[in-house]
């Protein structure tokens, strides 16, 4: 009888991969296509954020059930299945941010509370949330929910700190890694290993997204000007490669069962519950703190005797001329039938609105909600594999009422 236990607790643990270096590589590769792809299938495809929800939606249920029904760990479908959450925990903070016009601020908490939620109740009936004690599928339903709350608060977090703080990605990406470079190296000094990995785990997230917006971005905006599409090829290719090299080689299976696995639980340490109350204290603390300041230097850069995120105060004459011109421009490139110039033209609009953002938001949100409403239009007409002049022609001069 123990032995037929003993099999069935190898069986479920090999689903889950050893942590190494190439689990945190393709991690993060995984991060930053899964965004690309939503962008694809709501811009490019013109599915729209409900169409591009569903869809990913359904092939993630799939790839689930393949991922419950397995009795082994399968890089092509655990990886698969970690590429679909990726997409769809991001969906699901931009139909909250887009659809339902929820600040970032508001989702960032909510999911917050959610993690937090799901892992007091994982230990609660567990007594453990290590990665390597997943050998029953009550665990793995709470892996898998934990993941997705991971993917749906990075993406609220560092869409927070990048577009409505108006940080940018490069410094949200800086910021990033100096937290999980402070996470290692507690870990090195004695940090508990659950905890870190997990802070980590989350942190990678808005890493993906500053990485391939470098790679992605024009030389004038401080990238490496490779575009999109050249960016999502190489980095699906390269986890292609990883995905390959591990399921021939084995260097990311769990050869045995630890030690806490075969217990089912984690011994009772006094000292870690404390390390995870000052952990999650100073993150909380410097998290408001850096919001604090951030916050108050976009008030401060309000024009004077104008009150923050008034319904009536104007934007600046200087962005609205900017976006008009990039608009007025993408315009007339519909009109002289040339997509492929109106594309690389709206591109333009797409980043200095982005570079704009945050600042034009705390002036007026009303207005602010009206021009990303109808920006976004505009990108997924003008964007789409085949474009329809006439739908283009109408998002466009729709842009520029409400701009006027």
Request: with cysteine.
């Given at each position: 009888m123990k032995s037929i236990q003993s099999n069935e607790m190898k069986r479920m643990l090999s689903k889950v991969p050893e942590v190494t270096i190439y689990f945190w590589i393709i991690k993060i590769l995984c991060t930053t296509v899964g965004e690309t792809a939503a962008d694809f299938l709501n811009v490019n495809l013109n599915?729209?954020?409900?169409?591009?929800?569903?869809?990913?939606?359904?092939?993630?249920?799939?790839?689930?059930?393949?991922?419950?029904?397995?009795?082994?760990?399968?890089?092509?479908?655990?990886?698969?299945?970690?590429?679909?959450?990726?997409?769809?925990?991001?969906?699901?903070?931009?139909?909250?941010?887009?659809?339902?016009?929820?600040?970032?601020?508001?989702?960032?908490?909510?999911?917050?509370?959610?993690?937090?939620?799901?892992?007091?109740?994982?230990?609660?009936?567990?007594?453990?949330?290590?990665?390597?004690?997943?050998?029953?599928?009550?665990?793995?339903?709470?892996?898998?929910?934990?993941?997705?709350?991971?993917?749906?608060?990075?993406?609220?977090?560092?869409?927070?700190?990048?577009?409505?703080?108006?940080?940018?990605?490069?410094?949200?990406?800086?910021?990033?890694?100096?937290?999980?470079?402070?996470?290692?190296?507690?870990?090195?000094?004695?940090?508990?290993?659950?905890?870190?990995?997990?802070?980590?785990?989350?942190?990678?997230?808005?890493?993906?997204?500053?990485?391939?917006?470098?790679?992605?971005?024009?030389?004038?905006?401080?990238?490496?000007?490779?575009?999109?599409?050249?960016?999502?090829?190489?980095?699906?290719?390269?986890?292609?490669?990883?995905?390959?090299?591990?399921?021939?080689?084995?260097?990311?299976?769990?050869?045995?069962?630890?030690?806490?696995?075969?217990?089912a639980t984690e011994p009772k340490r006094f000292s870690v519950k404390w390390q995870v109350i000052v952990v999650v204290a100073v993150l909380v603390l410097a998290a408001g703190t850096g919001y604090y300041m951030r916050h108050s230097s976009l008030q401060d850069a309000l024009p004077s005797g104008s009150s923050s995120s008034s319904s009536t105060q104007a934007f600046p004459q200087d962005d609205i001329s900017n976006f008009m011109r990039i608009t007025e421009d993408t315009l007339s490139l519909v009109q002289a039938g040339n997509p492929s110039a109106a594309k690389t033209r709206v591109s333009d609009l797409e980043t200095a609105w982005d570079k704009a953002a945050a600042r034009l938001k705390s002036i007026n949100k009303t207005k602010w909600s009206k021009v990303d409403n109808a920006i976004d239009k505009v990108l997924r007409q003008v964007r789409a594999v085949h474009p329809d002049a006439t739908a283009g022609k109408a998002s466009l001069e729709a842009l520029i009422s409400v701009l006027n």
């Open positions: 599915f729209g954020l409900t169409g591009t929800s569903i869809v990913t939606g359904v092939f993630l249920l799939v790839a689930m059930y393949v991922q419950f029904k397995s009795k082994q760990y399968i890089p092509s479908i655990y990886w698969l299945t970690v590429f679909l959450i990726s997409i769809f925990g991001t969906l699901v903070t931009d139909n909250l941010t887009d659809n339902l016009g929820i600040p970032l601020e508001v989702s960032t908490i909510v999911f917050s509370a959610g993690l937090v939620s799901t892992f007091i109740l994982w230990y609660a009936n567990e007594k453990t949330l290590s990665i390597h004690s997943i050998f029953t599928k009550r665990r793995e339903a709470f892996y898998w929910l934990t993941i997705l709350f991971t993917f749906a608060l990075g993406t609220a977090a560092g869409d927070l700190m990048a577009e409505s703080l108006g940080l940018g990605y490069v410094v949200t990406g800086a910021i990033v890694c100096a937290v999980i470079a402070i996470m290692t190296a507690s870990w090195r000094l004695g940090l508990d290993a659950v905890l870190a990995f997990w802070i980590a785990y989350i942190m990678t997230r808005p890493l993906g997204a500053s990485i391939g917006d470098f790679l992605s971005q024009t030389q004038d905006n401080g990238g490496l000007g490779l575009g999109a599409t050249v960016t999502s090829v190489i980095f699906i290719a390269a986890i292609l490669l990883l995905v390959i090299f591990l399921s021939v080689t084995k260097r990311d299976l769990i050869p045995t069962i630890p030690t806490s696995a075969k217990t």
